[in-house]
């Protein structure tokens, strides 16, 4: 997977490092002061990660979680993400990692208890001014299980949580790897949150992840396990099979899944900034997913025009409540206010 590790000299000789090291014996090693004077210095095309990763082992400085945007989570309570690394292994073409990072290359940080520490300081800080739960969120950079085998840090997290009944923590994934968490005990405050589209598109532009009927298999494992579930229906893209290739993804869903089994669902369209669209045009310049109108909307992303979007969202919406989702548990991702009744 990798062709060379990086490793920071202050973390080399700690457990977490030795036991990673341990599953890339053939991959030479670099030890280095820090990683940030090497990692996204130089310009490294995105698509070289179909061909040679790199890997940083290493310590978060600065800022380690940080407050969402607005209609990132279910309103009327504080959502934060952490950071615990940069990168992902898959390749979704409309990914906004491809125009954030100068380099593909992975990065993972491992000074979980500074993590820790800043998450029960913030969840202490809300309880104590009378707010009865906190979202943290992981995912933000990158898969939050596409490497847990690798990382270790679910028992960790789950430890944390268990021990801060007024946080809840969601781990966003487009992945499969769910070995680790099935063998941690469902905590009502530690939801696993898959990201789908429809099968056409999950084939067109969500490359190297795990196939829409693999992941619709593993949610109802992890659901009958009695682990929380969310779903991020994002990015929906438009075509002219929408209607009937989100009614397919519905009814594949529902019919290894129960509404009552799911926590809540997000909705939101393909959206890019600036950069990232020009990063997608270079990319894929022969994808469908470039053929349907944009324009710059309200907080300067490109998005489908607003009746558009707004259409396609609530269409979507529609078709979950008919299907039995309750409405209290559906909400619009990264919209206006106004858009999200």
């Known amino acids: 997977m990798f062709s060379r590790i990086f490793v920071e000299k202050e973390v080399y000789q700690t457990p977490r490092v030795q036991n990673i090291l341990k599953r890339f014996k053939n ?7 820090d990683l940030e004077l090497i990692f996204n210095r130089v310009k490294k095309p995105y698509l070289q990660k179909r061909d040679q990763l790199q890997l940083f ?14 209609a990132y989570g279910l309103s009327g309570e504080p959502h934060y993400y952490f950071i615990h690394s940069y990168n992902c ?21 491992l000074n979980y208890e500074d993590i820790a520490e800043e ?15 906190v979202w943290f969120h992981s995912g933000e950079y990158s898969d939050s299980l596409a490497l847990s085998h690798i990382t270790g840090e679910l028992p960790y ?9 007024e946080a809840t923590l969601e781990l966003r994934t487009k992945s499969a790897n769910i070995k680790e968490l099935l063998e941690l005990a469902p905590l009502p405050n530690f939801i696993t949150s898959f990201s789908l589209s429809t099968q056409r598109h999950s084939k067109e532009y969500d490359l190297k992840t795990a ?15 009695g682990h929380p579930i969310g779903l991020h229906l994002d990015p929906i893209i438009y075509s002219d099979t929408f209607i009937e290739d989100t009614n397919e993804l519905i009814d594949l869903l529902f019919s290894s899944v129960s509404p009552d089994q799911i926590n809540y669902i997000s909705l939101g369209v393909v959206r890019f900034t600036k950069d990232v669209y020009h990063q997608v045009q270079q990319n894929y310049p022969e994808s469908s997913l470039l053929a349907s109108e944009f324009s710059k909307s309200f907080d300067q992303k490109i998005r489908y ?3 558009m979007r707004l259409w396609m969202l609530h269409k979507v919406k529609s078709m979950l409540i008919e299907a ?7 909400y619009l991702c990264m919209e206006e206010d106004d858009d999200q009744g």
Do not use: W
Not at 27 to 33: A, G
Not at 57 to 70: D, N, R, S
Not at 89 to 109: R, T, W
Not at 324 to 330: A, V, Y
């Open 157 to 165: 997290l789950h430890k944390i949580f268990k021990e801060l009944p």
């Open 89 to 109: 292994i898959y390749e979704c073409q409309y990914c906004y990692l491809q125009g954030y990072f100068n380099s593909p290359d992975i990065v993972l940080f």
């Open 57 to 70: 082992l290493g310590q978060k400085k600065g800022q380690l979680v940080k407050e969402t945007p607005a």
């Open 27 to 33: 991959v030479p090693v670099q030890r280095i002061d």
């Open 119 to 133: 998450i029960i300081r913030i969840t202490n800080e809300h309880t104590s001014a009378g707010l009865k739960r």
């Open 305 to 307: 025009p607003k009746p």
């Open 211 to 225: 196939p829409l009927k693999t992941r619709i298999k593993i949610i109802s494992q992890l659901a009958n396990k």
């Open 324 to 330: 039995g989702m309750q409405e209290k548990k559906i």
